[in-house]
């Protein structure tokens, strides 16, 4: 059988590149959070008169938001790799359960906003579209992915316990996804929604640093 080496500088890049994604893919969703000019946390009509009010700053963010979700990829592949390293099946369970956080499977309710607020619709009718859409679709019941994606994180933090990775770091992961959604039930505002998401990527970053040089150990 033929093996590939793996050059010692590619190797190099490898593992940064996957250290900056774990910390960059989470602390673009705090910042865009923390600055945002509406109330993140607020609901329904609340929710999209504060967005129309701050229409302005949607493209900026919207920018952002992709910026993190195409980072969360190889994040959560340094992630798992250092989880797996200590326990190989909840690491490997956690890392596909993760994933479902950067898979567009659920809708962009932002966007939907967005393009109402655009062609003229006024909020209540906006509402309505908004929550028929997330609740009146076929696959309305994608949204609650989300969910899994903060346990395959959960999960990942048990794993990574047992790993090389500094154990305030492996807690702060096991911590962070129960604090995100929290912010949002209990509608605490921007900053703490924020500051969650802040947590959550000191313990990506924590986690991700112990990354061995050569790819191929795991």
Do not use: H
Not at 81 to 107: D, E, Q, T
């Amino acid at each position: 059988m033929t093996t590939v080496e793996t050059p010692p500088a590619t190797a190099g890049f490898t593992r940064y590149a996957m250290i900056t994604c774990a910390v960059v893919a989470p602390l673009a969703l705090a910042l865009s959070l923390l600055f945002a000019p509406n109330d993140a946390t607020a609901e329904g009509e609340a929710y999209i008169r504060s967005f129309v009010a701050n229409l302005d700053g949607y493209a900026l963010w919207s920018w952002i938001s992709a910026l993190s979700f195409a980072a969360f990829i190889p994040g959560i592949f340094g992630v798992g790799k250092v989880a797996r390293s200590g326990r190989p099946v909840l690491g490997l369970v956690g890392m596909v359960l993760a994933f479902i956080l950067a898979l567009p499977v659920s809708l962009d309710t932002d966007g939907v906003i967005y393009a109402a607020a655009k062609i003229g619709l006024d909020v209540p009718t906006t509402n309505r579209l908004v929550t028929e859409l997330n609740e009146g679709l076929p696959t309305s019941v994608l949204g609650f992915s989300f969910f899994l994606g903060l346990l395959g994180f959960v999960l990942l933090g048990i794993a990574a316990l047992r790993s090389a990775a500094p154990k305030w770091a492996a807690i702060a992961m096991i911590v962070a996804p129960f604090l995100i959604p929290i912010a949002w039930f209990a509608q605490l505002g921007n900053l703490v929604a924020g500051a969650a998401w802040l947590v959550f990527a000191a313990a990506s970053g924590g986690i991700a640093l112990v990354l061995p040089a050569d790819p191929r150990r795991t």
